[in-house]
């Protein structure tokens, strides 16, 4: 009798302590990144071009009228050609697709990311309920604007800049205090909002804060798309200038505080959210794909669509910044990374410094390169980085320089001791999605010991067709199956136990 209770005490614990381990393994967080400070990642903005008002006599003050003039130059330009050839409603093409990102709503902006076809679908299944996870991730990864909006308190463009929202009255440097901007009419349920929207409180722009939220995102969990995704993305921002509500130094910073909030919540949420809701959006595709004989897998699919060419995302409208019509990959890594700076000059005596991406940045590189370790992925966005010396560079601790459509969808060659020795992005050579040269030398060196040093919350990697399990959920599943076969031999025992009785 004593033996048999020996052996349910032993089985007792080979159900418990693989279970509790399996648990430990998939929910405990080797670290957590905090929530970034908004205020301090912009801040060159009110320590380079703009002075917020400090009361009610104190106007806001202009410190830089040379960049601040180009900055509202650009925003007249873009501004006019998205109304030119309006029609009789005052409407164009470009102001309808502006009025849409203008609604905030990431279901809506971007499905076309994706190209007509993929796009369909996945605007179809957000309508369904059927992409619920990616919903969710659109709705929680957003960062806020709300303290560094107050920061700056900066005018928009299309009121009186002279007047301070605390009744002081702005020292513009001699700027003008109103400038031509034409307002666009609403189209259908889509409207500008130019007398709701907060009127002292141009940057950073929130609009392209959640737009970047959205992009930077999907274009991890597609990253075959990456370049085509985040061209739309920066459309969305750009849209707002279209709008007259926005000034390019605000999208720039809303692209800064969108990065910074994607990596904080890769690297937190991988595991928890990240690959659920790729998961869907990939499996979802993926049968739709098969269902229209468009592929068996997602990669097919995209290559039989010619979702990277003129089967993809495209766009015709070009300005000053934005000179050419996004048609493929390469074209949409040119127009992308155009709109990072914005024509900006760059002040030479600050570029070439160093860049060492910030922390959570690798994570959001983890479905591109399954093969690949933290610092190698950091290698891949220093690359691609944009150099140093363009506004609000200083203070963003990397992220204004981070170039996401390069980095998400390249090609990586690996040498022997598994350094990155070369990144060719969609630009430079035809992709049909990032891939690594040599990869069978990714885990020689010390290279898997920077996952752990990078605090990465699951250790395992998951690839982008995710065709089999995440490697993240094996632990509990082997867990519970161990804790099966137990239990069962457990009953057994006891059976047999009861009949010897």
Not at 143 to 158: D, E, I, L, N, V
Not at 386 to 398: E, I, N
Not at 419 to 438: I, R, Y
Not at 442 to 453: E, T, V
Request: with cysteine; proline share 6%.
């Amino acid at each position: 009798m004593s033996t048999f209770r020996n052996l349910s005490s032993v089985f007792a614990i080979a159900i418990c302590l693989p279970l509790a381990l399996g648990a430990v393994s998939v929910t405990a967080q080797a670290d957590e990144l905090p929530n970034p400070d908004w205020v301090a990642l912009l801040s060159d903005y009110e320590k380079d071009y703009w002075q917020a008002p400090v009361d009610a006599e104190h106007g806001g003050k202009v410190l830089d009228a040379t960049t601040m003039k180009l900055d509202e130059d650009l925003a007249v330009t873009i501004n006019h050609l998205g109304a030119k050839g309006a029609d009789k409603n005052g409407l164009t093409a470009q102001r309808k697709r502006a009025l849409i990102d203008s609604d905030l709503y990431g279901e809506e902006t971007m499905p076309d990311s994706l190209g007509p076809v993929l796009g369909k679908y996945m605007s179809e299944g957000f309508k369904q309920g059927k992409l619920n996870k990616v919903s969710d991730l659109f709705k929680f990864n957003v960062a806020s604007t709300f303290q560094s909006k107050r920061a700056a308190m900066h005018p928009r463009p299309y009121l009186d800049r002279s007047q301070s929202t605390l009744g002081g009255t702005n020292d513009l440097a001699g700027l003008p205090a109103t400038l031509d901007i034409q307002q666009s009419p609403s189209w259908l349920e889509h409207i500008p909002g130019y007398s709701t929207l907060q009127k002292n409180s141009s940057y950073p722009s929130g609009h392209t804060t959640m737009a970047y939220s959205w992009g930077i995102a999907l274009a991890g969990m597609i990253p075959e798309l990456a370049p085509q995704i985040m061209a739309r993305t920066s459309e969305a921002g750009n849209n707002r200038i279209v709008l007259g509500v926005h000034y390019p130094l605000d999208i720039m910073g809303g692209r800064i505080g969108a990065s910074a909030q994607n990596g904080q919540y890769w690297h937190n949420e991988f595991a928890s959210s990240i690959i659920p809701a790729t998961r869907q959006l990939r499996d979802y595709l993926t049968e739709r794909c098969q269902a229209d004989h468009h592929g068996d897998t997602l990669p097919e699919c995209i290559a039989n669509l010619k979702a990277t060419t003129a089967g993809g995302y495209t766009n015709d409208f070009v300005d000053p910044v934005a000179t050419e019509p996004v048609k493929d990959q390469a074209s949409a890594v040119r127009v992308y990374t155009a709109r990072m700076t914005y024509t900006f000059p760059q002040v030479k005596s600050e570029a070439g410094a160093a860049f060492t991406a910030p922390r959570g940045a690798a994570d959001v590189l983890r479905l591109a390169y399954p093969q690949l370790h933290a610092d190698q992925r950091n290698a891949i966005l220093k690359a691609t980085a944009l150099d140093s010396g363009y506004p609000l560079w200083k203070s963003s601790d990397g992220w204004q320089r981070i170039n996401w459509a390069k980095a998400l969808c390249a090609r990586v060659t690996l040498d022997k001791n598994g350094d990155v020795t070369k990144v060719e992005s969609a630009d430079q050579v035809t992709l049909t999605g990032p891939s690594v040269v040599n990869a069978q030398y990714a885990d020689n060196g010390n290279h898997p010991a920077s996952d752990k040093a990078a605090g990465e919350n699951s250790a395992a990697p998951a690839g982008p067709d995710l065709a089999t399990l995440h490697e993240v959920q094996k632990p509990a599943l082997i867990a519970v199956a161990v804790g099966a076969i137990a239990a069962a031999l457990v009953g057994v025992l006891l059976r047999v136990r009861g009949k010897r009785q």
